[in-house]
């Protein structure tokens, strides 16, 4: 996915990559993104078409928000990206590309998709040159109005010419290009609807684009093959445009993502893409969320269907948003790739892959206990058919009042049953390490699943927590609300303790990793760490109140990633349900209501706070405490109460 180069590759460097490709390798990728280093071939075009440094500095994004940039609609926030982080990528990508090649893999790098900055409205004033996004606030115009280059207009044609003349300059090709466009599809140069009076249920509009975005790669390679993601297509494209889209491009030229469709599949509302090719993709996770979920019996369904259908199915595709979570869902899927046919009877692979895991020497019973606890996870966690997207956010990291607010204290249901949870995998699971030290002994995969598997315990405990404080709210109980929101506070500090004795759920790797891209330089470094943690908690900017926008005043995207990280659970989500609770109790004694954007607007306050102590305090970078020691602590005190 694009977007992955943001949520999880932003700060690698090529020890990581390497690390990447080799798990790609194993894992059977042929066709990988390459989305690296691309700033430095937009900056010489750009460049020499006449955009002045300055300007490209209110162009490109910060390192973390990159690829809302590269391709849909946001402009300048996180930035300016330093000269040394562009140079930086581009060398990188440069190591990238061999080592994917030398795997026999056919990298697929990005083509001209038609966002430009702002400024070719005034240096080409003749040009259709559209501003797309929010642009209702001067915050907004500055940074999420971004500028698109009609792809009809010769002005597109010039600057495709010149981005691919650079990029194979600097990359070498191997003919495979993605281009996306922006996903609002509210104006030109992708626009959505189309004619319902088409002739032939051909949208003529969509033929003319889609020829000039394909040609906009092949007069510069004419051997080019397309990628691109159908995602947008999700929100309402009409027959007639997506079936003039495909047929636009000579077949086998122009191959779809089909980019969730193990939820939503588009190839079921397009005639199976009109007979193009198309990569049946697993989407399943949303930047980087780490809550464990999976709909496992979707992805063995799912490949050998359209197989059996007769469709032009390419392959299957990985197109997560963000990696490093539930590494189970992504080997399945992985392995269906290699099969003809549906897996029978998932329990017994769930078993098997508990051997897989933590290998087949332990004594009898703990690998019975192993085996039972995996069996577990593949009948809940993992069996989310028909439950929907989204998931594996939770209450814990919710905000009173927020967007997902009135969906996860609805109920305390989720599509497993929590109780059983307790029973059939986090007791097992925590007990087989006590049974053989060897289980503990043989690697860092049980102690990182039982970490796992005891923050998820206690994750959905959080929607009985919360469900009770919304109850207690609403009726006007002060002492109830700060019991409750207390509780939701101690809660994220157990969580905290347990995860934080393994590799992987810390926030201090997170922004080290990124403070190393600084490059000893204490403006950069600064930068970067700012663009770390912005990406984890608030993402973008709040809105001022009015202006049309939503009068709760929090961005959109606040908590998008939702992190279950060792240092943010305990210094960010907890002591924000701590204010509620103040904030609740003192307006329910007081006799007046707690609105909406009183509660935003002392959370905005709030997180200045914290964002101006973070950028100063160090996170820690290695585990600490004894992570089964710390579960069975947490067992004893929340399983009584699940």
């Not at 390497?18 to 690296?36: K, N, Q, S």
């Not at 700033?39 to 075009?45: A, D, G, M, S, T």
């Not at 780490?290 to 050998?304: N, V």
């Not at 593949?378 to 028909?386: E, K, M, P, Q, R």
Request: glycine share 10%.
């Amino acid at each position: 996915n694009v977007v992955t180069f943001s949520y999880s590759f932003v700060w690698y460097t090529l020890a990581d990559w390497v690390r990447e490709i080799d798990w790609m390798a194993l894992h059977g990728v042929t066709l990988p993104l390459a989305y690296t280093g691309q700033e430095r071939v937009y900056q010489k075009v750009y460049r020499a078409m006449g955009v002045t440094d300055a300007e490209l500095a209110g162009y490109f994004a910060g390192p973390a928000f990159l690829a809302w940039n590269r391709g849909q609609n946001l402009q300048g926030w996180g930035g300016p990206l330093p000269q040394e982080w562009i140079d930086g990528q581009w060398a990188l990508q440069r190591e990238i590309l061999p080592r994917m090649r030398a795997f026999g893999m056919t990298p697929v790098l990005p083509a001209f998709q038609g966002n430009v900055p702002k400024e070719f409205a005034r240096l080409f004033p003749a040009a259709n040159v559209s501003r797309v996004g929010v642009c209702k606030t001067a915050r907004r115009l500055r940074y999420s109005c971004a500028a698109w280059l009609d792809a009809l207009d010769p002005l597109f044609n010039a600057t495709a010419d010149r981005f691919m003349a650079a990029l194979i300059e600097d990359f070498g090709t191997d003919h495979y290009y993605a281009a996306d466009g922006t996903f609002s599809h509210a104006a030109a140069p992708w626009k959505a609807g189309g004619d319902a009076a088409a002739a032939a249920g051909v949208d003529a509009d969509a033929v003319a684009h889609s020829r000039a975005a394909f040609a906009g790669m092949t007069r510069t390679d004419p051997a080019a093959t397309w990628i691109f993601q159908t995602w947008s297509w999700v929100y309402g494209a009409t027959p007639s445009y997506t079936k003039g889209w495909i047929t636009a491009v000579p077949t086998g030229r122009l191959i779809l993502l089909d980019l969730m469709a193990e939820s939503t599949p588009i190839w079921k509302v397009t005639e199976g893409y009109y007979g193009a090719p198309f990569i049946w993709c697993m989407l399943h996770n949303f930047g980087g969320n780490d809550g464990m979920w999976g709909d496992i019996p979707a992805l063995s369904f799912g490949p050998p269907n359209v197989t059996r259908a007769g469709l032009n199915v390419a392959g299957t595709g990985l197109t997560m948003e963000g990696t490093n979570q539930n590494a189970v869902v992504y080997d399945f899927m992985s392995e269906m790739a290699y099969r003809g046919e549906s897996v029978t009877d998932l329990p017994a692979w769930g078993a098997r892959y508990a051997h897989r895991r933590y290998g087949v020497h332990h004594a009898p019973a703990a690998q019975a206990l192993l085996e039972k606890a995996w069996v577990g996870l593949v009948h809940s966690v993992y069996n989310a058919t028909g439950y929907g997207m989204m998931v594996s956010k939770d209450s814990l990291t919710a905000i009173p009042f927020g967007s997902t607010w009135d969906v996860l204290v609805g109920s305390a249901a989720h599509w497993y049953n929590e109780t059983a949870f307790v029973a059939d995998v986090w007791k097992p699971l925590l007990d087989a390490g006590g049974v053989d030290a060897s289980v503990e002994a043989a690697g860092w995969t049980y102690r990182h699943d039982l970490a796992d598997v005891t923050r998820q315990a206690l994750a959905k405990y959080s929607a009985v927590l919360a469900k009770e404080l919304n109850a207690s709210f609403t009726r006007g109980d002060a002492a109830a609300v700060q019991r409750y929101a207390n509780a939701l506070a101690e809660l994220c500090e157990d969580a905290d303790a347990v995860v934080r004795t393994v590799p992987g759920f810390l926030l201090g790797p997170w922004v080290a990793h990124a403070e190393r891209w600084g490059g000893g330089d204490a403006n950069r470094t600064r930068l970067m760490r700012w663009n770390a943690l912005r990406q984890v908690t608030f993402w973008e900017y709040p809105d001022a109140a009015g202006a049309g926008l939503p009068a709760h005043n929090l961005p959109g995207l606040t908590d998008y990633a939702a992190k279950h990280w060792g240092g943010l659970l305990a210094t960010y989500y907890a002591p924000r349900w701590r204010l509620f609770g103040a904030s609740a109790a003192a307006a329910i004694a007081a006799g007046t209501a707690l609105t909406p954007e009183a509660f935003h607007t002392a959370v905005i306050d709030w997180f200045a706070a914290w964002e101006a102590k973070a950028m100063a305090t160090p996170f820690p970078t290695a585990p600490d405490g004894d992570t089964r020691r710390v579960a069975a602590a947490l067992y004893t005190k929340y399983s009584p109460l699940i």
